[in-house]
């Protein structure tokens, strides 16, 4: 059978914005894609699911810069990859067949003759609805809903839009692209017989935490989204439905709405934090201060490796200690049948288990899953004078290990195998949010977190760190990590009475419902 050498185009739909609305088949997709094609209005958390070794092409309409393309431009890319045999996902905001282009960029693609599949989306129109509290059918109120373009093609002599029988043929009408066009469009909907006390919401970046939504009637909405200062994108939902809002508006009356938040991440910690703060409505901006990367010299581990069976004991103290360290065996010709001979140590069960995945099991896994826990455990078992023991490890790491055992009288041999280094580029952007004050609250979840971000953050001085926190909240999950803050000469706002992460994001929520008089 002849191999089939041309690849693939998907156009998916990736959602209206909330990341969590892709569908399944989308994600499915996307961990699958080798070229990923992706839009301005897709949410780019979504490229997570993207596999690292994909190729990434930008082709947004908006702040694009450089890299934006024409629809021509787009189709040949989309063409072109296939014909090299790859996986091609069209990434596009909400659904890709509504006033998405979808339609054109197939075209090509079938003329050519290959294979694409299209998965649809949620559009943005059902989603802004959804999540300004408006139901856009309602028995009620109507039993009919129309989408309409604002944004019609002006080389067009024609409208395609029947505004005389849309403005009392359909009981909800969605507007997309009609930011610009609204003082036109609300003048002939009411010209040609739609009420001008009809009720209109308008929502910018629905189901983000950036969504706004103001409300009106088609008489009054244009001076209200001008005063609002809302920008595209948005949608107008006009209709008798809109009213519903009053009592079913949810996403923005969540308690952390609008508010921007700073999680340091730890490796265990700062997902749940983030989770927990996300559902509450918060933004979160995740800054990692631990980044692992290898050394630049593994000659030291190579050389060990050469007389592995002179040592009793090899000792692993974390996960990245056993990737790097297969890493290099394996780069170095050998496996772990080359590891016979020595003992192996681990500091708890997660390294043991990561240690399994390579076929070996530790012979010793201490009761305490510490440094000093691993040394006691190593004296009972008569490590000590004359023993040879491999330490392969971080380049900075605590030296209670190697100085117990060596104290013990064993040849501690500590070679790095990985290395801990700040993440860079962050830096600049924290500081930026900060100074352009666009941060509400910093979380800490430990003493280290604290110590994290102020490396990061890197003041020149206490004033500048003042400086640069003024009028920022701070919460602390307890009194030692509290205590740090305090250290530094900052004040600490919130603190829960039990050291949790579900205590802390009660005690953030419980803060901003005090602080904040209801608006009206
Ligand atoms: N295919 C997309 C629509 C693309 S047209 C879909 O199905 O949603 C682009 C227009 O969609 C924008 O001008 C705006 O009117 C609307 N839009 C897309 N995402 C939006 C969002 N998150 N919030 C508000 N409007 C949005």
């Known amino acids: 059978m002849k191999k089939n050498t041309v ?6 739909g990736a959602g209206p914005g909330d990341p969590g609305l892709i569908t399944m088949r989308g994600k499915y997709l996307l961990e699958r894609a080798e070229v990923v094609v992706y839009d301005y209005l897709a949410n780019k958390k979504l490229l997570n699911y993207v596999p690292k070794t994909a190729k990434f092409i930008y082709a947004g309409k908006k702040g694009g810069g450089l890299h934006a393309y024409t ?33 054109e960029e197939i075209e090509d693609i079938v003329a050519e003759g290959i294979d694409f599949e299209v998965v649809p989306g949620v559009t943005s129109a059902t989603a802004a609805a959804t999540y300004a509290g408006i139901p856009i059918t309602h028995r009620d109120y109507t039993a009919s809903v129309a989408f309409v373009t604002g944004h019609e093609d002006p080389t067009k002599k024609y409208s395609n839009i029947r505004w005389d029988q849309l403005a009392t043929g359909a009981g909800t009408i969605v507007i997309y692209m009609g930011i610009k066009t609204l003082p036109l469009i609300t003048k002939k909907l009411i010209g040609y017989g739609r009420s001008p006390d009809t009720p209109v919401a308008v929502v ?28 595209p994108p948005a949608l107008v939902i006009i209709g008798d439905v809109v009213k519903l809002r009053s009592t079913i508006d949810w996403y923005e009356k969540r308690p952390l709405f609008n508010r921007r938040m700073v999680v340091t991440r730890t490796r265990e910690q700062a997902s749940e934090l983030v989770s927990q703060l996300e559902e509450r409505g918060a933004e979160c901006l995740e800054y990692s201060t631990i980044h692992i990367e290898p050394v630049e010299d593994y000659s030291l581990l190579d050389q060990a490796f050469a007389r592995i069976a002179e040592y009793d004991w090899i000792l692993f103290t974390s996960l990245n200690a056993v990737t790097y360290f297969f890493k290099q065996l394996y780069a170095s010709g050998r496996d772990s049948r080359n590891l016979a001979g020595p003992k192996i140590a681990v500091v708890g069960r997660a390294t043991a288990e990561e240690l399994l995945k390579y076929g070996l099991r530790a012979d010793l896994i201490p009761q305490k899953f510490t440094g000093t826990g691993l040394a006691e ?14 330490l392969p490890r971080a380049l900075k790491a605590s030296e209670i290990l190697p100085e117990t055992l060596g104290d013990a009288g064993a040849r501690v041999e500590v070679v790095p195998v990985y290395q ?15 100074e352009q004050g666009n941060i509400d609250l910093l979380t800490f979840t430990s003493s280290s977190t604290v110590t994290n971000f102020l490396t990061m953050l890197d003041p020149a001085d206490d004033a500048e760190l003042q400086q640069l926190l003024d009028g920022v909240t701070i919460a602390a999950i307890g009194p030692v990590t509290a205590e740090t803050i305090t250290e530094r000469g900052l004040g600490v706002d919130i603190q829960p009475e039990s050291y949790t992460i579900a205590d802390m994001v009660e005690a953030i ?6 602080a904040e008089p209801e608006e009206a």
């Open 7 to 12: 690849g693939k185009v998907y156009l998916v």
């Open 420 to 434: 801990n280094v700040p993440p860079q580029g962050r830096k600049e952007e924290l500081r930026e949010e900060l």
């Open 377 to 390: 455990a190593l004296l009972n078992k008569q490590v000590g004078a004359g023993s040879k023991v491999l």
């Open 71 to 103: 629809q021509e431009g787009i189709n040949r890319l989309l063409v072109d990859h296939a014909k090299e045999g790859k996986t091609v996902v069209r990434l596009k905001g909400g659904d890709p067949f509504i006033f998405g282009r979808g339609g």
């Open 509 to 514: 929520v419980h803060h901003y419902r005090q």
């Open 204 to 231: 910018r970046w629905a189901s983000t935490p950036q969504q706004r939504s103001v409300e009106g009637t088609l008489g009054t909405i244009t001076e209200v989204v001008q005063e609002a200062d809302i920008k």
